[in-house]
């Protein structure tokens, strides 16, 4: 097997709870905090950290606005942040037909 596929990895999206994130807003156009914050259940604090980190690298949006008089964060990948989680998707699939035993 070819270790290259590895090195490679985005370790930006690797980390679990980015990868679960990143997941989530590759699936949909776009998610309030508490929406991940509950389907993912993390802390206020711990999902603050990893989006800081995904939104410095460039692959979040944040928005913040008022809903009903009280403040909303909205999140959504941008067009950096979809192509990076699509080549980080393509090269996982390429790892992983490597791994997979032949049929016989």
Known sequence: MNPEPFLNLDRVI????????MSLLGATP???FTE???TLKMTDGNLSVHLKT???AGYI??????QQHKPLTTLAL???G??????????LEDILRQARPEKK
């Open 14 to 21: 690797h980390e679990k709870g980015r990868l679960a994130i």
């Open 30 to 32: 776009s998610l309030s």
């Open 36 to 38: 991940i914050r509950d």
């Open 54 to 56: 995904l939104q410095e």
């Open 61 to 66: 949006a944040v928005t913040k606005s008022f």
């Open 78 to 80: 941008t067009p950096e």
């Open 82 to 91: 979809q192509k990076a989680f699509t080549n980080y998707i393509d090269l």
